[in-house]
């Protein structure tokens, strides 16, 4: 099999369920979102080292599979998603409380904040820091889109705990490596 068709050279791509519409399309921009939050997970992912690696990149993986998952929806014809989900399970009703108890996991062991912080300190919490700015352009795109078509509530609060998981995590990185986080302070 071919990875190419030529069928989006006229500028249209096909959905799940049959419909062709513009790659300029707001679904379009959303699922190709949540296509680059997953790849930057992945970057995240290949930056783990260490006590990080063991501690979390199984949650990582973990939402990447969910996050292919969402893409698939969101890249469905609404209506068509019972059809989707002859083929591979959607996402569940209260997902998201899977990513809430690895916050609470996360954040046990991390001092209090009292400041912002800064997207640094070791390279995976960068690149945690990268991913959560995705999710939430993600997140922004499926509010958009939710104004216009259907999108399930959960998909959008499940994108949204995921930002909250990737910032807790990009401490919890630093934290695994003993390097603090790099704290926000305003220019005089």
């Known amino acids: 099999m071919k990875i190419y ?3 989006g050279d006229d500028g249209t791509t096909g959905l799940f369920g049959g419909a062709r519409v513009s790659k300029r399309s707001l679904r379009v921009d959303a699922y190709g979102t949540l296509d680059e939050a997953n790849a930057a997970l992945g970057r995240a992912r290949a930056a783990l ?8 990149d199984p949650v990582l993986a973990s939402c990447q599979v969910d996050l292919f998952t969402i893409g698939a929806e969101i890249a469905t014809l609404p209506g068509q998603e019972a059809k989707l989900a002859r083929h591979m399970a959607l996402l569940p009703e209260g997902a998201s409380e899977r990513l809430e108890r690895a916050i609470d996991e996360a954040e ?6 009292t400041a912002f912080v800064l997207p640094a300190g070791s390279r995976a919490a960068a690149e945690l820091h990268y991913a959560r700015c995705v999710a939430r352009r993600a997140e922004r795109l499926l509010v958009a889109l939710a104004a216009e078509e259907p999108v399930r509530r959960e998909v ?9 998981l990737l910032f807790t995590l990009a401490r919890q990185a630093n934290r695994l490596l003993q390097v603090a986080d790099v704290p926000w302070t305003p220019s005089p």
């Open 108 to 113: 046990k062991d991390l001092p209090p904040l």
């Open 156 to 164: 959008i609060v499940w994108v949204n705990r995921l930002s909250d």
């Open 5 to 7: 068709t030529r069928t």
């Open 49 to 56: 080292e260490g006590a990080q690696a063991s501690v979390i």
